[in-house]
């Protein structure tokens, strides 16, 4: 079966680092694209970042642009997140996902989530 399972998360201070990993089994990692999103305390879902399947198109949304950075393995079927300069409000759990393909238009499997939390 499909399973995503993140890890890295933690407790950080303010400026500090976290690498966020995800590692995929039960599909072929290298078809998909894959995604970051996170859900602060009390708040919806917000996209974080994107990969597609070759590494040749990357997209992060403007609240961690120049701070964090997507990669990807297809060689051992792990998509990371590397998260630099983190801010309170970097503070959530924080997803990776899998866009489905062909007619499904839409994240159609998740992990458990890992907490990023950054406090003082």
């Known amino acids: 079966q499909v399973q995503l399972v993140e890890s890295g998360g933690g407790l950080v201070q303010p400026g500090g680092s976290l690498r966020l990993s995800c590692a995929a089994s039960?599909?072929?990692?290298?078809?998909?694209?894959m995604y970051w999103v996170r859900q602060a305390p009390g708040k919806g879902l917000e996209w974080v970042s994107s990969?597609?399947?070759?590494?040749?198109?990357?997209y992060y949304a403007d609240s961690v642009k120049g701070r964090f950075t997507i990669s990807r393995d297809n060689a051992n079927n792990t998509v990371y997140l590397q998260m630099n300069s983190l801010k309170s409000e970097d503070t959530a759990v924080h997803y990776c996902?899998?866009?489905?393909?062909?007619?499904?238009?839409?994240?159609?499997?998740w992990g458990q989530g890992t907490l990023v939390t950054v406090s003082s």
């Open positions: 996902a899998r866009w489905g393909l062909g007619a499904i238009d839409t994240l159609d499997e």
């Open positions: 990969i597609n399947t070759n590494s040749g198109r990357i």
């Open positions: 039960g599909f072929t990692f290298s078809n998909y694209w």
